[in-house]
Protein backbone atom coordinates (compact mmCIF):
# COMPACT_ATOMS: atom_id res chain seq x y z
CA UNK A 1 0.00 0.00 0.00
CA UNK A 2 1.61 3.53 -1.17
CA UNK A 3 2.28 5.57 2.25
CA UNK A 4 3.99 8.70 3.22
CA UNK A 5 7.77 8.69 3.86
CA UNK A 6 9.65 11.28 5.46
CA UNK A 7 13.71 11.95 6.64
CA UNK A 8 15.47 11.88 8.95
CA UNK A 9 13.23 10.44 11.63
CA UNK A 10 15.36 12.36 13.85
CA UNK A 11 16.73 15.75 13.22
CA UNK A 12 18.89 17.89 16.14
CA UNK A 13 20.11 20.79 15.38
CA UNK A 14 21.46 24.12 16.97
CA UNK A 15 19.36 26.78 17.86
CA UNK A 16 19.36 29.81 15.08
CA UNK A 17 20.47 26.65 12.35
CA UNK A 18 18.71 26.25 9.41
CA UNK A 19 16.88 22.89 8.80
CA UNK A 20 15.23 20.96 5.83
CA UNK A 21 12.47 18.54 6.66
CA UNK A 22 11.75 15.97 3.70
CA UNK A 23 9.00 14.58 2.66
CA UNK A 24 7.86 12.18 -0.21
CA UNK A 25 4.13 11.91 -0.52
CA UNK A 26 1.75 9.50 -2.29
CA UNK A 27 2.76 9.55 -5.56
CA UNK A 28 -0.36 10.33 -7.67
CA UNK A 29 -1.30 12.55 -5.06
CA UNK A 30 -1.77 16.91 -5.40
CA UNK A 31 -2.65 17.88 -2.05
CA UNK A 32 0.25 18.50 0.46
CA UNK A 33 0.00 19.55 4.10
CA UNK A 34 2.69 20.03 6.81
CA UNK A 35 1.70 20.03 10.48
CA UNK A 36 3.55 19.99 13.85
CA UNK A 37 2.68 18.45 17.46
CA UNK A 38 4.65 19.78 20.03
CA UNK A 39 5.42 17.01 22.94
CA UNK A 40 2.02 16.36 24.91
CA UNK A 41 0.01 19.06 22.81
CA UNK A 42 -2.74 19.04 19.28
CA UNK A 43 -1.67 18.23 16.64
CA UNK A 44 -1.41 21.64 14.67
CA UNK A 45 -2.03 22.68 10.94
CA UNK A 46 0.90 24.58 9.31
CA UNK A 47 0.48 24.77 5.63
CA UNK A 48 -0.93 23.32 2.61
CA UNK A 49 0.49 23.24 -1.23
CA UNK A 50 -1.00 22.74 -4.18
CA UNK A 51 -0.09 23.40 -7.72
CA UNK A 52 3.52 24.60 -6.75
CA UNK A 53 2.46 27.55 -4.57
CA UNK A 54 1.06 27.47 -1.13
CA UNK A 55 -3.05 27.75 -0.99
CA UNK A 56 -3.42 28.10 3.26
CA UNK A 57 -1.28 28.77 6.59
CA UNK A 58 -1.95 28.98 9.90
CA UNK A 59 -0.35 31.77 12.21
CA UNK A 60 2.29 29.34 13.30
CA UNK A 61 3.84 29.33 9.59
CA UNK A 62 5.79 32.56 9.66
CA UNK A 63 8.40 34.01 7.33
CA UNK A 64 10.91 32.04 9.31
CA UNK A 65 8.80 28.69 7.56
CA UNK A 66 8.96 28.00 4.11
CA UNK A 67 8.05 25.00 1.88
CA UNK A 68 9.08 23.63 -1.54
CA UNK A 69 8.49 20.62 -3.66
CA UNK A 70 11.75 21.07 -5.74
CA UNK A 71 11.17 17.91 -7.84
CA UNK A 72 8.02 15.82 -8.74
CA UNK A 73 8.40 13.73 -5.74
CA UNK A 74 9.80 15.35 -2.09
CA UNK A 75 8.47 18.22 -0.92
CA UNK A 76 10.48 19.75 1.71
CA UNK A 77 9.64 22.51 4.74
CA UNK A 78 12.95 24.91 5.84
CA UNK A 79 13.03 26.35 9.03
CA UNK A 80 15.53 29.25 8.53
CA UNK A 81 16.66 30.23 11.64
CA UNK A 82 15.60 27.14 14.46
CA UNK A 83 14.06 28.51 18.16
CA UNK A 84 13.78 26.45 21.10
CA UNK A 85 10.23 26.43 20.72
CA UNK A 86 10.24 24.70 16.88
CA UNK A 87 11.06 21.88 18.76
CA UNK A 88 8.15 18.95 17.39
CA UNK A 89 7.26 16.43 15.83
CA UNK A 90 6.35 17.38 11.80
CA UNK A 91 4.13 15.27 10.12
CA UNK A 92 3.64 15.94 6.32
CA UNK A 93 0.38 14.71 4.78
CA UNK A 94 -1.12 14.49 1.12
CA UNK A 95 -4.18 13.86 -0.44
CA UNK A 96 -5.31 12.40 -4.06
CA UNK A 97 -7.24 15.21 -5.31
CA UNK A 98 -10.45 17.94 -4.70
CA UNK A 99 -12.93 14.45 -4.99
CA UNK A 100 -11.25 13.29 -1.56
CA UNK A 101 -10.87 14.94 1.64
CA UNK A 102 -8.96 11.94 3.13
CA UNK A 103 -5.55 13.24 3.96
CA UNK A 104 -2.81 10.40 4.87
CA UNK A 105 0.16 10.72 7.14
CA UNK A 106 3.65 10.19 6.91
CA UNK A 107 5.44 8.27 10.18
CA UNK A 108 6.90 12.34 11.12
CA UNK A 109 10.03 13.85 12.32
CA UNK A 110 10.93 14.84 15.24
CA UNK A 111 13.04 17.96 15.86
CA UNK A 112 15.04 18.78 18.87
CA UNK A 113 15.96 22.19 18.89
CA UNK A 114 19.16 23.16 21.43
CA UNK B 1 -16.28 23.16 10.95
CA UNK B 2 -18.35 21.57 13.53
CA UNK B 3 -16.81 21.51 16.87
CA UNK B 4 -17.08 17.58 18.20
CA UNK B 5 -16.70 16.58 21.85
CA UNK B 6 -15.35 13.18 22.76
CA UNK B 7 -14.43 11.71 26.45
CA UNK B 8 -10.92 11.99 26.98
CA UNK B 9 -10.21 8.70 28.01
CA UNK B 10 -11.58 5.13 27.77
CA UNK B 11 -10.90 1.59 28.70
CA UNK B 12 -11.27 -1.51 26.29
CA UNK B 13 -10.61 -5.29 27.13
CA UNK B 14 -8.63 -7.08 24.95
CA UNK B 15 -10.97 -8.73 22.30
CA UNK B 16 -13.79 -7.33 23.13
CA UNK B 17 -15.55 -4.51 20.94
CA UNK B 18 -14.37 -0.95 21.43
CA UNK B 19 -17.63 1.93 20.92
CA UNK B 20 -15.82 5.15 20.51
CA UNK B 21 -18.74 8.14 20.94
CA UNK B 22 -18.48 11.61 19.38
CA UNK B 23 -20.68 14.57 19.18
CA UNK B 24 -21.58 16.55 16.68
CA UNK B 25 -24.39 18.46 17.53
CA UNK B 26 -23.80 21.82 14.93
CA UNK B 27 -22.71 19.56 12.05
CA UNK B 28 -23.88 20.95 8.58
CA UNK B 29 -25.59 19.18 5.82
CA UNK B 30 -22.56 18.93 3.84
CA UNK B 31 -19.96 18.32 6.51
CA UNK B 32 -18.46 14.58 7.14
CA UNK B 33 -17.10 12.65 9.88
CA UNK B 34 -13.60 11.37 10.32
CA UNK B 35 -12.03 9.16 12.86
CA UNK B 36 -8.17 9.34 12.84
CA UNK B 37 -6.15 7.74 15.43
CA UNK B 38 -2.47 8.33 16.23
CA UNK B 39 -0.80 6.11 18.15
CA UNK B 40 2.11 7.05 20.23
CA UNK B 41 3.12 10.10 18.16
CA UNK B 42 3.16 8.40 15.39
CA UNK B 43 1.28 10.14 12.20
CA UNK B 44 -2.07 9.78 12.54
CA UNK B 45 -3.50 7.10 10.66
CA UNK B 46 -7.06 7.58 8.90
CA UNK B 47 -9.23 5.04 9.89
CA UNK B 48 -12.68 6.02 7.95
CA UNK B 49 -15.40 8.65 7.47
CA UNK B 50 -19.23 8.63 6.20
CA UNK B 51 -21.74 11.41 5.55
CA UNK B 52 -25.01 10.08 6.41
CA UNK B 53 -24.51 5.96 6.08
CA UNK B 54 -23.23 3.88 8.01
CA UNK B 55 -20.29 2.71 6.98
CA UNK B 56 -17.58 -0.10 7.50
CA UNK B 57 -14.20 -1.01 6.36
CA UNK B 58 -11.36 -3.56 7.37
CA UNK B 59 -10.56 -1.55 10.40
CA UNK B 60 -13.61 -0.13 11.94
CA UNK B 61 -17.54 0.47 11.60
CA UNK B 62 -18.72 4.40 11.67
CA UNK B 63 -22.29 4.29 12.59
CA UNK B 64 -23.86 7.84 12.41
CA UNK B 65 -27.21 8.65 14.23
CA UNK B 66 -30.04 9.62 12.06
CA UNK B 67 -30.03 13.58 12.92
CA UNK B 68 -26.28 13.19 12.79
CA UNK B 69 -25.46 14.83 15.85
CA UNK B 70 -23.72 11.81 17.06
CA UNK B 71 -21.61 9.18 16.08
CA UNK B 72 -19.73 5.95 17.63
CA UNK B 73 -16.67 4.51 15.59
CA UNK B 74 -16.41 0.67 16.40
CA UNK B 75 -13.03 -1.61 16.46
CA UNK B 76 -14.76 -4.94 16.63
CA UNK B 77 -12.68 -6.75 18.10
CA UNK B 78 -9.89 -5.02 20.17
CA UNK B 79 -6.28 -5.80 20.40
CA UNK B 80 -3.72 -4.32 22.06
CA UNK B 81 -2.41 -2.34 18.99
CA UNK B 82 -5.78 -0.55 19.01
CA UNK B 83 -4.09 1.52 22.44
CA UNK B 84 -4.02 4.84 20.85
CA UNK B 85 -5.44 8.33 20.49
CA UNK B 86 -8.32 8.46 17.98
CA UNK B 87 -9.95 11.83 16.98
CA UNK B 88 -13.11 12.56 15.82
CA UNK B 89 -13.20 15.70 13.12
CA UNK B 90 -15.93 17.15 11.55
CA UNK B 91 -15.41 18.75 8.31
CA UNK B 92 -16.83 19.72 4.88
CA UNK B 93 -15.11 19.06 1.71
CA UNK B 94 -13.76 22.22 1.20
CA UNK B 95 -11.20 23.45 3.95
CA UNK B 96 -7.39 21.80 3.74
CA UNK B 97 -6.40 21.69 7.30
CA UNK B 98 -8.02 19.15 9.81
CA UNK B 99 -8.61 20.38 13.40
CA UNK B 100 -7.60 17.64 16.00
CA UNK B 101 -8.76 18.01 18.93
CA UNK B 102 -7.94 16.62 22.35
CA UNK B 103 -9.05 13.19 21.26
CA UNK B 104 -10.03 10.19 23.27
CA UNK B 105 -7.62 8.07 24.65
CA UNK B 106 -8.33 4.15 24.10
CA UNK B 107 -6.43 2.26 26.53
CA UNK B 108 -6.80 -1.63 25.39
CA UNK B 109 -6.57 -3.81 28.77
CA UNK B 110 -5.13 -7.34 28.06
Known amino acids: EPEVTQTPSHQVTQMGQEVILRCVPI?????FYWYRQILGQKVEFLVS????????KSEIFDDQFSVERPDGSNFTLKIRSTKLEDSAMYFC????????????FGPGTRLTVL | DAKTTQPPSMDCAEGRAANLPCNHS???????VYWYRQIHSQGPQYIIH???NNETNEMASLIITEDRKSSTLILPHATLRDTAVYYC???????????FGTGTSLTVIP
Open chain 1, 93 to 104: ASKEDLSTDTQY
Open chain 1, 27 to 31: SNHLY
Open chain 1, 49 to 56: FYNNEISE
Open chain 2, 26 to 32: TISGNEY
Open chain 2, 50 to 52: GLK
Open chain 2, 89 to 99: IVRGNTGNQFY
